[in-house]
């Protein structure tokens, strides 16, 4: 019943930016945290940046400065903003989310991912 839809992804030369989307939708009360995760070919997945519902921020060391993660609770969405690309940032990006049902109880979700290859 909750969904998860990650968009942006696509190709770009080192130094370029990107901006990835992921929309929520379903039987969601709430969601409390809302992240981006990312996996490379022979590579444990890794937190890339992670916001709260109080719009608290995290992010890896390896993209402090260059990424931006924002949400619009009225939309259930989250967006990444990715500049200064490098080639090591070639990976699947995946949308996390941890949603409290109406129920009360919380669950996390993920997104399908969504392919971002960076050139050199």
């Known amino acids: 019943q909750v969904q998860l839809v990650e968009s942006g992804g696509g190709l770009v030369q080192a130094g370029g930016s990107l901006r990835l989307s992921c929309a929520a939708s379903?039987?969601?009360?709430?969601?409390?945290?809302m992240g981006w995760y990312r996996q490379a070919p022979g590579k444990q997945r890794e937190l890339v940046a992670a916001?709260?519902?109080?719009?608290?921020?995290n992010y890896a060391a390896s993209v402090k400065g260059r990424f931006t993660i924002s949400r619009d609770n009225a939309k259930n969405t989250v967006y990444l903003q990715m500049n200064s690309l490098k080639p090591e940032d070639t990976a699947v990006y995946y949308c996390?989310?941890?949603?409290?049902?109406?129920?009360?109880?919380?669950?996390?979700?993920w997104g399908q991912g969504t392919q971002v290859t960076v050139s050199s």
């Open positions: 996390n989310a941890e949603v409290t049902s109406y129920s009360g109880h919380r669950g996390g979700y």
């Open positions: 379903g039987s969601i009360f709430s969601i409390n945290v």
């Open positions: 916001i709260t519902s109080g719009y608290s921020t």
